[in-house]
């Protein structure tokens, strides 16, 4: 295992790349036996953490710990609701340039973008984390510190991620590394919630200028690497009738009624689709309407969450949904006794797709090396992050560690701690080295 955990490393050049020799001999291919880092990038990663400039830029993380701790808290304490994104980003903004980026701009969409020119500028790689949280307006962000612990909404996910960005971008910067290609160093919006990925969406809009490689920071344990992009499809469906007294007008069609039959035919059914072959979920997170307990209401609604990690099977289980829906709304109309027919409103508010990941894809092995040579052996996932949309455009992309350990995530309990947390960016610098390439 190459160890930078400690601070007392050899710093002579010469003596930088001896003292790695018998490392990484050794460790470089203990990645899992199903998922082997090829001989290929197992000899790319071992000549790039041989170089003394890695060498230093591996080291200066460990020299952060207490300006990332103040940074943490600073970016934590902003509030970066859903759609409200402005203020952290325009800090976030200022932080790049502090850091040493020049060229930094704020998109169309609210992504914060700070572009490092490489030596040929031929390829473009970013390295993002979102800005945004799932908390409304309003909420307690203070950090409270317990023990060495640090609890806050969203200093975790994904506060911690902008600054592993920050941490990267001084590593880089201190080491005087310069790369082949030019990086892009981003906070994007909207990957919480309903954002609906609208961040990404931007960047890889048709006719956005060209990203080749994204590198996704949102995670907690170093040893999570996402490679696949678990999809979803969001729905608000909305019952709509006249209403009225629940006496005085009774044989109206009821939207609530008909909102419950679609649930039931919905739950009943879906088995078909969730009970075989690759996980898929869905989930009726919240349901809504009604003005009084005595009054039929004029609308129902409910919002629902269906996933996976297969685009044909979200398909499926969409028309799973979509039949309940309609029959739903069919039995219902058939049983009034009086007035208009109800009507239905299915509008999708939400839509990440599927995305396949190849696990012997340059990236993805690159990845792995870099964290194999850490000492970390990679687990691959597929999970829904901002890495979705770039995979199942064909582009690749995989989501990582923003190091350290967290906990109680999208509550307002979560908590981070500084358990190597010095993995997540070093993990990062060498995967983006790899992808990058180290200007001679």
């Not at 309990?413 to 080295?433: C, R, Y």
């Amino acid at each position: 295992m190459i160890s930078f955990a400690r601070p007392h490393l050899c710093f002579s050049p010469v003596t930088i790349a001896w003292c790695l020799l018998p490392f990484l001999a050794g460790h470089l291919q203990a990645a899992p036996a199903n998922h082997p880092v090829s001989a290929h990038h197992s000899a790319e990663m071992a000549e790039i953490t041989a170089d003394p400039r890695v060498q230093m830029a591996l080291q200066y993380i460990l020299t952060r710990e207490e300006q990332s701790r103040e940074d943490l808290i600073k970016l934590t304490e902003i509030p970066a609701p859903p759609f409200k994104e402005e203020v952290r980003a325009a800090h976030f903004a200022m932080m790049l340039k502090e850091a040493g980026i020049k060229d930094v701009e704020i998109d169309g969409a609210g992504n914060v973008i700070g572009r490092r020119p490489g030596r040929r500028g031929d390829k473009v790689v970013a390295y993002a984390a979102h800005l945004d949280t799932v908390f409304p307006e309003g909420t307690d962000v203070t950090v409270k510190i317990d023990g060495d612990k640090m609890r806050a909404p969203g200093i975790g996910d994904n506060t911690r991620g902008l600054v592993t960005v920050l941490e990267v971008i001084g590593a880089l910067e201190s080491a005087g590394i310069e790369t082949d290609a030019d990086l892009l160093f981003i906070g994007n919006v909207g990957e919480e919630g309903l954002g609906d990925l609208r961040g990404v969406k931007h960047l890889f809009r048709d006719g956005a200028p060209k990203i080749d490689t994204f590198i996704a920071v949102d995670g907690g344990t170093a040893d999570r690497l996402v490679y696949g992009g678990v999809g979803s499809h969001r729905y608000r469906v909305t019952f709509k009738g006249p209403g009225g007294h629940s006496w005085g007008a009774f044989g109206l069609a009821n939207p609530q009624h008909a909102l419950g039959r679609a649930i039931a035919l919905f739950d009943e059914n879906a088995p078909s689709v969730t009970g075989v072959g690759e996980k898929t979920s869905y989930n009726v997170g919240r349901i809504g309407g009604g003005t009084s307990i005595n009054s039929i209401p004029f609308e129902a609604w409910m919002e629902i969450d269906m996933r996976s990690g297969s685009q044909a099977k979200l398909d499926d289980i969409d028309a799973v949904l979509q039949s309940a829906i309609q029959t739903a709304l069919q039995q219902e109309n058939e049983g009034r006794q009086s007035g208009p027919p109800l009507t239905v409103d299915v509008d999708r508010v939400g839509t990440r797709p599927a995305a396949k990941g190849d696990i012997n894809s340059a990236l993805v092995q690159r990845a792995m090396a870099a964290s194999t040579a850490l000492g970390v052996a990679p687990s691959l996932q597929i999970s829904s992050t901002d890495s979705n949309l770039p995979i199942s455009k064909g582009i690749p992309a995989v989501t990582m560690s923003r190091g350290g350990k967290s906990g109680d995530a999208h509550s307002l309990h979560e908590w981070w701690q500084p358990v190597d947390a010095h993995l997540g960016p070093q993990i990062g610098i060498l995967t983006i080295l790899a992808e990058a390439g180290i200007a001679d």
